[in-house]
C-alpha cells in the first residue's frame, strides 16, 4: 500500500450535483487566513510608510507649553529689585513651524522608494495566497482519492468474501481439499487490509482536521462535488514558456525585483545627502508673567512678558560628515550587489524547479495510462482467479494473489492521477499562476 494513500480522508460519496467544489473550498480558505492577514499586516506598514514620505512637505509645526512661578521683579536690566515675598504665575508658549523647500531630490527618490516597499507587500501577499490555493487543493484532491480508496477497499473485500464462503463450504462438508493452511491465510490477509482501514483512518483524522481549519467548515460537512479523481487539464507545455510565464508572473521574483528597484533608488538617495536640506522657518512666542515688570524698551530681552514675538527665516542644513556619507553609499551599493545576486540566484532556482516539477508531470501523465491498463488486467485476474476457486479449479493463494494484484495495479492508477493532479497544481504556484492558466487554450 502506497504511503500516500494512507494520508487521506475517508469520505461518504455525495449526493450527485451536490458537496464542496474546489473553487468554493478555496474561497474559504482564502477568507481570514492569517498567512494572508499576516502578508497583508506588511502591506500596511509599507504603505504607512509611503504616507509619511508623502507628509514630509507638510509643515512641521512644534508647540512648547511651560508654567512656573516667580517672584515679584521690578525695574530694568540695569537696576532691579526681586521681592520675595510677592509670587506670581509664568506662563510661557512657544511654536515654531519647519517648512521643506529642497531636499535636492531626496524627498522623491524616498517615495519611489516607499512605492516599491508597497509591490513587496502586494508580491508576498500573492505568495501566501498562491500557497493556501495549493495546501487547500492538496487536500481537496486527497478527499476525492480518499473516496475512492473506500469503494477499492470494498472491492476487494467482496472478493475475499466470495473466498471465505468457498473455504466455510469446504469445511462444512468436510471435504478432501479443504485445507486448514487455506483459512489461516485468509485469516492474514483480511488482518491485513483490516490494518490497512485503520492505518488510513488514523491518517483521515489529521487529514480532515487540516480541511476545517483551512475552510472552517464543520468536518462533517466537508465532502467534494468531485466523485472520482479526474486528470488535471494540461497543455503540452514545454520548458522555456514555462520559464518565461514564471519571470513574468511569480510572486517571489515580483518581490525581489521591487527590493532591487528600492536599493538602486536608495544608492541614489545617499548620494545625494551630501546636498543641504533648504527650509522655511516660522517662530511665535507668547510669555505672559504679571509680577514681572515689563520692560518696553525694544533693546531690552524681556522673556517674561513678550505678547507677540514672531519670524520668519530661510534655513540651510548641511552637514559634512564625509565618513558617514562616503560608508553609506558604499553600504548602499553592496546591499544593491547582494540583493541583485539573490534575485539571479532565484531565477536559477526557479528554472531548476520548474524543470523538476515539469518532468515530475510528464512521468505521472504518462503513467496514467500504463496503471490504468495494469489495473483492468490486475481486476480481471482477481475475479477470474475468484470465480475458479468457487468453482473447485484454483488454489486460494492464487485467489489471494490476485486479489493482492488488484489492489496494487488500482492503487497505482489512482496515485499517479493524483500525483499528476498535485504536479500541475505545484506547477501552477512555480509559475504564479492559477491551475486554469496551464490549461489548453481553445483557438
Request: hydrophobic residues 45%; negative net charge.
Given at each position: 500500500?502506497?504511503?500516500?494513500?494512507?494520508?487521506?480522508?475517508?469520505?461518504?460519496?455525495?449526493?450527485?450535483?451536490?458537496?464542496?467544489?474546489?473553487?468554493?473550498?478555496?474561497?474559504?480558505?482564502?477568507?481570514?487566513?492569517?498567512?494572508?492577514?499576516?502578508?497583508?499586516?506588511?502591506?500596511?506598514?509599507?504603505?504607512?510608510?509611503?504616507?509619511?514620505?508623502?507628509?514630509?512637505?507638510?509643515?512641521?509645526?512644534?508647540?512648547?507649553?511651560?508654567?512656573?512661578?516667580?517672584?515679584?521683579?521690578t525695574g530694568n536690566a540695569?537696576?532691579?529689585?526681586?521681592?520675595?515675598?510677592?509670587?506670581?504665575?509664568?506662563?510661557?508658549?512657544?511654536?515654531?513651524?519647519?517648512?521643506?523647500?529642497?531636499?535636492?531630490?531626496?524627498?522623491?527618490?524616498?517615495?519611489?522608494?516607499?512605492?516599491?516597499?508597497?509591490?513587496?507587500?502586494?508580491?508576498?501577499?500573492?505568495?501566501?495566497?498562491?500557497?493556501?490555493?495549493?495546501?487547500?487543493?492538496?487536500?481537496?484532491?486527497?478527499?476525492?482519492?480518499?473516496?475512492?480508496?473506500?469503494?477499492?477497499?470494498?472491492?476487494?473485500?467482496?472478493?475475499?468474501?466470495?473466498?471465505?464462503?468457498?473455504?466455510?463450504?469446504?469445511?462444512?462438508?468436510?471435504?478432501?481439499?479443504?485445507?486448514?493452511?487455506?483459512?489461516?491465510?485468509?485469516?492474514?490477509?483480511?488482518?491485513?487490509?483490516?490494518?490497512?482501514?485503520?492505518?488510513?483512518?488514523?491518517?483521515?483524522?489529521?487529514?480532515?482536521?487540516?480541511?476545517?481549519?483551512?475552510?472552517?467548515?464543520?468536518?462533517?460537512?466537508?465532502?467534494?462535488?468531485?466523485?472520482h479523481l479526474e486528470t488535471?487539464?494540461?497543455?503540452?507545455?514545454?520548458?522555456?514558456?514555462?520559464?518565461?510565464?514564471?519571470?513574468?508572473?511569480?510572486?517571489?521574483?515580483?518581490?525581489?525585483?521591487?527590493?532591487?528597484?528600492?536599493?538602486?533608488?536608495?544608492?541614489?538617495?545617499?548620494?545625494?545627502?551630501?546636498?543641504?536640506?533648504?527650509?522655511?522657518?516660522?517662530?511665535?512666542?507668547?510669555?505672559?508673567?504679571?509680577?514681572?515688570?515689563?520692560?518696553?524698551?525694544?533693546?531690552?530681552?524681556?522673556?517674561?512678558?513678550?505678547?507677540?514675538?514672531?519670524?520668519?527665516?530661510?534655513?540651510?542644513?548641511?552637514?559634512?560628515?564625509?565618513?558617514?556619507?562616503?560608508?553609506?553609499?558604499?553600504?548602499?551599493?553592496?546591499?544593491?550587489?547582494?540583493?541583485?545576486?539573490?534575485?539571479?540566484?532565484?531565477?536559477?532556482?526557479?528554472?531548476?524547479?520548474?524543470?523538476?516539477?515539469?518532468?515530475?508531470?510528464?512521468?505521472?501523465?504518462?503513467?496514467?495510462?500504463?496503471?490504468?491498463?495494469a489495473y483492468k488486467a490486475?481486476?480481471?485476474?482477481?475475479?477470474?482467479?475468484?470465480?475458479?476457486?468457487?468453482?473447485?479449479?484454483?488454489?486460494?493463494?492464487?485467489?489471494?494473489?490476485?486479489?493482492?494484484?488488484?489492489?496494487?495495479?488500482?492503487?497505482?492508477?489512482?496515485?499517479?492521477?493524483?500525483?499528476?493532479?498535485?504536479?500541475?497544481?505545484?506547477?501552477?504556484?512555480?509559475?504564479?499562476?492559477?491551475?486554469?492558466?496551464?490549461?489548453?487554450?481553445?483557438?
Amino acid at each position: 500500500m502506497h504511503t500516500l494513500a494512507l494520508i487521506t480522508v475517508f469520505l461518504a460519496a455525495a449526493p450527485p450535483g451536490e458537496g464542496l467544489t474546489l473553487e468554493e473550498a478555496t474561497r474559504r480558505a482564502l477568507q481570514d487566513n492569517p498567512l494572508v492577514d499576516a502578508a497583508r499586516g506588511t502591506l500596511d506598514e509599507y504603505e504607512a510608510r509611503y504616507r509619511q514620505v508623502v507628509l514630509a512637505w507638510v509643515p512641521q509645526v512644534r508647540v512648547d507649553f511651560t508654567g512656573t512661578v516667580l517672584p515679584k521683579m521690578t525695574g530694568n536690566a540695569v537696576e532691579h529689585d526681586t521681592d520675595e515675598s510677592v509670587w506670581g504665575p509664568y506662563l510661557r508658549t512657544q511654536a515654531t513651524l519647519v517648512q521643506p523647500v529642497t531636499t535636492f531630490g531626496r524627498l522623491a527618490l524616498l517615495k519611489k522608494m516607499a512605492a516599491a516597499g508597497m509591490d513587496v507587500g502586494r508580491a508576498q501577499i500573492r505568495m501566501a495566497e498562491d500557497e493556501i490555493r495549493f495546501m487547500t487543493a492538496r487536500a481537496y484532491y486527497s478527499l476525492v482519492f480518499a473516496s475512492e480508496m473506500e469503494g477499492l477497499i470494498a472491492e476487494g473485500e467482496e472478493f475475499l468474501e466470495k473466498a471465505r464462503r468457498r473455504l466455510e463450504e469446504l469445511e462444512e462438508k468436510d471435504a478432501d481439499d479443504f485445507d486448514q493452511v487455506d483459512l489461516l491465510r485468509l485469516r492474514v490477509y483480511e488482518a491485513e487490509v483490516a490494518s490497512m482501514r485503520l492505518e488510513a483512518a488514523r491518517g483521515a483524522s489529521l487529514a480532515r482536521t487540516s480541511l476545517h481549519l483551512l475552510t472552517g467548515l464543520p468536518e462533517e460537512e466537508i465532502r467534494p462535488s468531485m466523485k472520482h479523481l479526474e486528470t488535471a487539464s494540461f497543455d503540452d507545455w514545454d520548458l522555456p514558456r514555462l520559464q518565461a510565464l514564471a519571470e513574468g508572473h511569480r510572486p517571489d521574483l515580483e518581490a525581489l525585483r521591487a527590493g532591487v528597484r528600492a536599493m538602486r533608488l536608495g544608492v541614489d538617495v545617499e548620494r545625494r545627502k551630501w546636498a543641504p536640506d533648504v527650509f522655511l522657518l516660522g517662530n511665535m512666542t507668547m510669555a505672559w508673567a504679571p509680577y514681572v515688570e515689563n520692560q518696553r524698551s525694544p533693546f531690552a530681552d524681556d522673556p517674561y512678558n513678550t505678547t507677540l514675538g514672531s519670524g520668519a527665516a530661510l534655513g540651510i542644513r548641511w552637514t559634512m560628515d564625509v565618513g558617514g556619507r562616503l560608508a553609506g553609499v558604499d553600504e548602499a551599493r553592496a546591499g544593491l550587489r547582494k540583493l541583485e545576486g539573490q534575485l539571479r540566484g532565484m531565477l536559477l532556482k526557479a528554472r531548476l524547479e520548474l524543470a523538476q516539477k515539469l518532468g515530475e508531470a510528464q512521468d505521472a501523465r504518462a503513467r496514467i495510462e500504463i496503471h490504468k491498463r495494469a489495473y483492468k488486467a490486475g481486476r480481471g485476474w482477481a475475479m477470474a482467479k475468484t470465480d475458479l476457486y468457487e468453482n473447485g479449479l484454483e488454489e486460494l493463494k492464487q485467489v489471494i494473489e490476485g486479489i493482492s494484484k488488484f489492489y496494487s495495479t488500482k492503487l497505482a492508477y489512482m496515485d499517479a492521477i493524483l500525483r499528476f493532479d498535485l504536479a500541475v497544481a505545484e506547477l501552477a504556484r512555480a509559475c504564479g499562476v492559477p491551475t486554469s492558466e496551464l490549461a489548453p487554450r481553445s483557438l
